[in-house]
């Protein structure tokens, strides 16, 4: 819920320059109703494509977060798959960092798709061993976000907003150094590797300027030969399971 305050520092909750709103966090079916409302009127729009229930998890919430997930799968869930069916929004699911949420929320409710940030890529396979197949299975659709975990795949020296371990960065080396050797921007490679699994529906990088606007157009449409997957696979950079684009 956004609560107007006189004002907000100058860097609130990672949000630099917001505006003067108190965020208070509310997953209960009533904040969830008046949230989907007051989002209406600010956008001026009659119905709202995709609603992601957001970072209800341990990341965010800490070692309390299931109490938190309860309220949602008992009030946010149950508000949202009513305004579905009422044609008020399209779809809704979770938007997180982690995959334990998705899993419980595929338990408990009835979601359209989750949006599951840097835990499919080039260096974390982690959603591939149990989200993905479950997804695939109930034909719930998947949105990956941070496909450069962070910066890491695109040049930078950060893995999910830290500093990267050495060890990632020696894995990321390597699989810069297989795509030079084949005249392909790692870029694009991280950009196109998630989209060849059938439960993934879009990848979305987060560009800062219409300049990477731009850049991550070109990177997604880059030919990739198929010995690059074929080299990651074979130095062990990719798991055997991975699907990888086709030519």
Not at 133 to 159: H, M, Q, W
Request: charged content about 20%.
């Amino acid at each position: 819920m956004l609560e107007p305050v006189a004002s907000v520092p100058e860097l609130d909750n990672n949000f630099q320059h917001g505006l003067s709103f108190r965020r208070r966090l509310d997953y209960s079916y009533d904040g969830t109703m008046r949230s989907i409302e007051d989002s209406l009127q600010r956008l001026g729009l009659p119905r709202i494509d995709i609603v992601y229930i957001h970072d209800c998890a341990p990341d965010w919430l800490g070692d309390n977060w299931r109490e938190e997930f309860d309220r949602a799968m008992e009030g946010a869930a149950v508000a949202l798959t009513q305004l579905r069916e009422q044609g008020v929004i399209r779809a809704w699911g979770m938007g997180v960092n982690v995959v334990d949420p998705c899993l419980l929320a595929l338990e408990r409710a009835d979601p359209d798709l989750f949006l599951v940030a840097g835990r499919y890529t080039l260096l974390d396979h982690t959603a591939l061993g149990a989200l993905l197949p479950a997804c695939e299975a109930r034909d719930v659709k998947v949105v990956i976000g941070g496909p450069y975990n962070s910066g890491l795949l695109a040049g930078g020296t950060t893995f999910n907003y830290e500093k990267a371990p050495p060890e990632l960065r020696a894995r990321a080396e390597a699989l810069g150094a297989i795509c030079g050797r084949h005249g392909v921007d790692l870029k694009a490679a991280a950009l196109q590797f998630p989209l060849a699994h059938p439960a993934v529906a879009a990848v979305i990088p987060g560009p800062r300027t219409p300049e990477e606007v731009r850049q991550n157009a070109a990177a997604m449409v880059q030919p990739i030969p198929p010995a690059v997957w074929a080299e990651m696979r074979a130095q062990k950079l990719l798991p055997e399971a991975a699907p990888v684009p086709e030519p």
